[in-house]
Nanobody, 123 residues
């Protein structure tokens, strides 16, 4: 059945980098837009980045523009989030999700979620 498995989270210092991966299975990966979202304790799940089914279009939250980059490899059924210049404000559980929308820029557009991976940025 449909599975999305995030990996790559961890503890990093302010200014450091991480690359998150989301491995997909159980569906035709190349037919879906994909997105990254994050949720901090006591906060709503918020949009981070989205990518079109072909990888030909992307969108980013203002808070991460210029620092994060989303990409996908349809041959490997994997979507990535390269995170640079990390700040303590980026600390959250990061989730990937699939969507029938070309660019899922709202959580309600996602129809299936992974379990998340924790990113902690220390000051």
């Amino acid at each position: 059945q449909v599975q999305l498995v995030e990996s790559g989270g961890g503890l990093v210092q302010t200014g450091g980098s991480l690359r998150l991966s989301c491995a997909a299975s159980g569906f035709i990966f190349s037919s879906y837009g994909m997105g990254w979202f994050r949720q901090a304790p006591g906060k709503e799940r918020e949009f981070v980045a989205a990518i079109y089914w072909s990888g030909g279009g992307t969108n980013y939250a203002d808070s991460v523009k210029g620092r994060f980059s989303i990409s996908r490899d349809n041959a490997k059924n994997t979507v990535y989030l390269q995170m640079n210049s990390l700040k303590p404000e980026d600390t959250a559980v990061y989730y990937c999700g699939r969507s029938l929308y070309s660019l899922p820029i709202q959580a309600r557009m996602v129809d299936y979620w992974g379990k998340g991976t924790l990113v902690t940025v220390s000051s």
